[in-house]
């Protein structure tokens, strides 16, 4: 069974160009690795949200995704740069769904 990963991110108005610069390194990385299989990235209407992007990922198992937490991944995130950009990440299991899931 599929699971879903979702990462809330705190990104101060204005900064916008510097997190997606972070976040597509880290997400190009993601997406080449075994058992993904997508994602959406979504923004908040107003700058004054608390997470003003939040990850919602798709991946084939559990096992997937911890996978993929590999050296390289834990590279990508160690990068100075991320630390202006505090997440809250979670994976979650699908217990009802109202329409068949993302691509």
């Known amino acids: 069974m599929s ?3 979702i ?4 990104v101060p108005a204005g900064r916008d160009e510097a997190f ?8 190009d990385y ?5 058992g ?7 923004r908040a209407f107003g700058d004054d949200a608390r997470y003003r992007y ?19 991944f834990r590279g990508l995130v160690a990068q100075p740069e991320w630390r202006e950009f505090p997440s809250t990440p979670a994976l979650f299991e699908v217990v009802h769904a109202s329409e068949p899931a993302f691509p």
């Open 3 to 5: 699971v879903v990963f």
């Open 7 to 10: 990462n809330l991110f705190e």
């Open 20 to 27: 997606l610069a972070r976040w597509q390194q880290v997400n």
């Open 30 to 34: 993601m997406r080449a690795r075994p």
């Open 36 to 42: 993904y299989q997508a994602h959406r990235l979504h």
């Open 54 to 72: 939040v990850n919602v990922a798709t991946w084939e198992s559990a096992e997937a995704w911890r996978s993929a937490h590999d050296e390289t």
